[in-house]
């Protein structure tokens, strides 16, 4: 009986082909090592060439870092919303453009003093006092809330909640006797709002820092 030990031909010719095999591996290796080196380079040489695009750094917005609080002033047996972010917008337009200095400034709705910090890290930062011109007040029938309208107040208060903001009530000697009569529904509601009593013949006084979100105190924001 012949064994593959009597056919030394048949060996080498297997021998053969397994080196041929390997030599063709190593080219193919070889070439798809220096193919993918040179797609690198050519990639990092194309990515020096490229100028980075420009980092935009926005300022900060009201609508970006919200106010925690809303307004609302009660005088003269009514209730009225104070907008202060429509507020300060006006004002900033009339402004001039010394950054620190309180300006005094007169609109429709009142006599403000203002000033306007700039940026502060991410809170636009001012400090504002309203002389509320009260025949304008009570001229602003849409922004109010009486007796007839409490069930929508109360609406509004809750959404206020879910929104993560603190209604803060500035009252006035003559708006005592309707928001004593809210009062004990406002507080039955288990929401938190502000209270802040003002004489008569004294502003109202708000301002908005970097330092009221950095220590444990609350402001009007």
């Known amino acids: 009986m012949a064994t593959e030990a009597d056919d030394p031909q048949g060996l080498n010719a297997i021998s053969d082909v397994i080196s041929n095999l390997l030599g063709i591996l190593i080219v193919v290796l070889l070439v798809t090592s220096i193919s993918m080196g040179y797609q690198v380079t050519k990639s990092l040489e194309s990515a020096a060439t490229e100028e980075p695009a420009p980092v935009e750094f926005r300022a900060a917005h009201r609508e970006w870092f919200p106010p925690f609080s809303a307004f609302y002033i009660v005088a003269h047996d009514q209730m009225a919303i104070w907008d202060v972010t429509e507020t300060i917008d006006a004002l900033e337009d009339q402004s001039a453009e010394t950054a620190s200095a309180i300006q ?34 009570k001229e602003q029938k849409d922004l109010f809330y009486d007796e007839d309208r409490i069930d929508l107040f109360f609406h509004d208060v809750q959404k206020l909640s879910e929104m993560h903001t603190v209604p803060c009530f500035f009252v006035y000697p003559s708006g005592m006797a309707l928001f004593s009569k809210i009062h004990a529904q406002l507080a039955a509601t288990g929401l938190r709002f502000r209270i802040s009593t003002i004489h008569a013949r004294k502003p109202i006084i708000i301002y908005r820092h970097m330092t009221q979100f950095n220590v444990d105190e609350y402001y009007y924001q």
């Open 104 to 137: 005094t400034i007169r609109m429709p709705g009142g006599v403000f003093r203002f000033s306007g910090f700039g940026i502060n890290g991410d809170i636009d930062s001012y400090y504002l006092e309203y002389e509320v011109n009260w025949a304008h007040f």
